[in-house]
């Protein structure tokens, strides 16, 4: 079964702008990533959260994780063009330390308007 | 210098045909993954290989088979193609027991059904 769910499903913004997106997710973890899929593309990693983090910076990126609500998002400040992509949240399968692959949540897709 | 590499990028096919897709990383990771991206972008993992054994079998039709010749190589069979089976496939490898569990993504295969 689906573990992550983002929400929402769609964003437009002005370039300029922050975006934030939200994932939720059902299991235990030990970490969350988040990935970025521009257009034809494969997946970009771009963070990872672990469950003993609450917060976590990457340039423009910040990630929040609240364990007790299952629940993480990402904020993406001062919005470029470029940034326009699909978003996915995604956690371990298993206790396997990574063997089992990861489970995808639906993905953000953020459209960012010059 | 590409990390995951897939051939073909687009793949066009009758349904009930035999066909292959070849994954290669040169990143020296010791596991493989295959992933199914649907119409609705929605990510399922399909196989992973570690060191030429098959960790995970998902809910994937016999039809399907994952082959990995060495560790740096993981091919996927698809026998009687269905129309089903069009999607976009994702190979990614990984390091097991690394710091972030992060994976790298291949460019996607696109394959059609018809």
């Known amino acids: 079964s689906q573990q992550g769910e983002e929400d929402p499903q769609a964003l437009s913004i002005q370039e300029g702008e922050n975006a934030t997106m939200n994932c939720s997710y059902k299991t235990s973890i030990n970490n969350l990533q988040w990935y970025r899929q521009n257009s034809g593309r494969g997946l970009v990693h771009l963070i990872l959260?672990?469950?003993?983090?609450r917060e976590k910076h990457s340039g423009r990126l910040r990630v929040t994780l609240d364990t007790s609500k299952k629940s993480s998002s990402l904020l993406i400040t001062a919005s470029r063009a470029a940034d326009t992509a699909s978003y996915f949240c995604?956690?371990?399968?298993?206790?396997?330390?990574?063997?089992?692959?990861?489970?995808f949540g639906k993905g953000t897709h953020l459209i960012i308007q010059p | 210098d590409t990390a995951v590499s897939q051939t073909p990028k687009y793949l066009v096919t009758q349904m009930g045909n035999d066909k292959s897709i070849k994954c290669e990383q040169n990143?020296?990771?010791?596991?493989m993954y295959w992933y199914k991206q649907d119409s609705k972008k929605f990510l399922k993992i399909m196989f992973s290989?570690?060191?030429?054994?098959?960790?995970i079998n998902e809910t994937v039709p016999n039809r399907f088979s994952p082959k990995s010749p060495d560790k740096a190589h993981l091919n996927l069979h698809i026998n009687s193609l269905e129309l089903g089976d069009s999607a976009v496939y994702f190979c990614a490898s990984s390091q097991l027991g690394g710091r972030t569990n992060e994976q790298f993504f291949g460019p996607g295969t696109r394959l059609t059904v018809l």
């Open positions: 959260i672990r469950s003993n983090e």
């Open positions: 990143l020296g990771h010791d596991t």
């Open positions: 995604a956690t371990l399968r298993g206790s396997g330390g990574g063997a089992d692959g990861l489970t």
């Open positions: 290989y570690n060191n030429k054994e098959l960790i």
